[in-house]
């Protein structure tokens, strides 16, 4: 019993030392930048949100962020980095539906476990896609998109942001519900794949609604549909996929923010608050919704939950769907 008694008493010890501890650092965290990773190119959707929170939340509390931007792998290797990193506050990352997502459920292997391997911070914004043209294409409206790659037996050629991404997984969906076959043509970002598509190199793209904003708005771009089951208030003109023709039509990407496993809860307790505070300001949410976003919220818990139920969702989309990247 003594033994017993000395081995609770030490254990009680170390778990007191252990959150003594993780407090003290919770306590003098931010004393130098936060890293803050975006998993894909700058310009693109990701990274415009990010900055967007980033730059608020430093403007309420004045903790400084690096923002980093790593492409490739479909938004995995930046989210790798975040997964390895120190477990210290100091390295957080922009996570989304397709590297927590779609990407465990459609690839054979996944660098990390984003169940094991990632604590989640705090939801950020949901976002619709998108489906544009070249402004110098022929094809003025889905139909006219649908008929022509029926008319097409190889395919009409869709560029992707990456391979994996809400906009890759939203092609493949309207091309399996029109009834036509489509090519995937992938790149290291949304930027890259818009230039390259607006040069005639690609013919369609589901893009986010950040990325294709301002070349619909210098006329280099036609939006012939959205994937939400609702209209874009930024995009009011444009109807959905589902009014033109395929009802239940849905595919929408979520951004949340992570951190490597095993981050003290404080720091990213703290972390929660702040961008809970700076998503209920008036200001940001009405330049997310310029840019066709719409804030969401949660303590840590309630989205951790969120991400295991999206998930399971994505998941069983991609099974029945027989859907496979290498």
Same mark, same amino acid.
């Given at each position: 019993m003594n033994i017993h008694r000395r081995t609770l008493a030490a254990a009680i010890? @170390?778990? +007191?030392?252990?959150?003594?501890?993780?407090?003290?650092?919770?306590?003098?965290?931010p004393d130098r930048p936060v890293r803050f990773v975006v998993p894909y190119t700058a310009g693109g959707g990701t990274d415009a949100v990010t900055r967007l929170i980033a730059d608020k939340i430093t403007r309420d509390t004045r903790w400084a962020f690096v923002v980093d931007n790593k492409p490739g792998g479909g938004g995995n290797i930046g989210l790798d980095q975040v997964a390895k990193s120190k477990a210290d506050g100091y390295t957080i990352g922009m996570g989304q539906t397709a590297n927590l997502a779609i990407n465990?459920?459609?690839?054979?292997k996944m660098p990390f476990d984003p169940a094991k391997d990632l604590v989640p911070v705090a939801l950020v914004a949901e976002i619709p896609m998108v489906l544009v043209v070249p402004a110098q294409s022929p094809l003025k409206s889905l139909a006219d998109l649908v008929k022509a790659a029926k008319a097409k037996p190889a395919g009409l050629n869709?560029?992707?942001? +990456?391979?994996?991404? @809400?906009?890759?997984?939203?092609?493949?969906?309207?091309?399996? !519900?029109?009834?036509? !076959?489509?090519?995937? @043509? *992938?790149? !290291?970002?949304?930027? *890259?794949?818009?230039t390259e598509m607006i040069g005639g190199q690609t013919d369609y793209m589901f893009a986010t609604p950040q990325s294709v904003m301002g070349l619909l708005q210098a006329g280099k771009l036609r939006a012939l549909a959205v994937s939400s089951s609702r209209r874009v208030?930024?995009?009011?003109?444009?109807?959905? @996929?589902?009014?033109?023709?395929?009802?239940?039509?849905e595919a929408i990407d979520w951004k949340v923010i992570v951190a490597p496993a095993?981050? *003290?809860?404080?720091?990213?307790?703290?972390?929660?608050a702040a961008a809970a505070k700076a998503?209920?300001? *008036?200001?940001?949410?009405?330049?997310l919704a310029e840019e066709g976003s719409v804030p969401m919220q949660g303590n840590p818990e309630q989205v951790a939950r969120f991400i295991k139920t999206e998930q399971g969702a994505w998941g069983a989309l991609i099974r029945e769907a027989g859907i496979r990247f290498e």
């Open positions: 010890a @170390v778990l +007191s030392a252990a959150t003594l501890l993780g407090n003290a650092h919770a306590q003098g965290w465990p459920a459609a690839l054979p869709q560029a992707l942001a +990456s391979t994996g991404t @809400v906009g890759h997984l939203a092609g493949e969906m309207l091309a399996r !519900k029109a009834g036509f !076959k489509v090519v995937n @043509v *992938p790149y !290291k970002g949304a930027a *890259p794949a818009l208030a930024a995009l009011g003109h444009v109807p959905t @996929v589902a009014e033109q023709g395929y009802p239940g039509f095993g981050t *003290p809860a404080e720091i990213v307790k703290q972390l929660n998503l209920a300001e *008036p200001a940001l949410i009405a330049k």
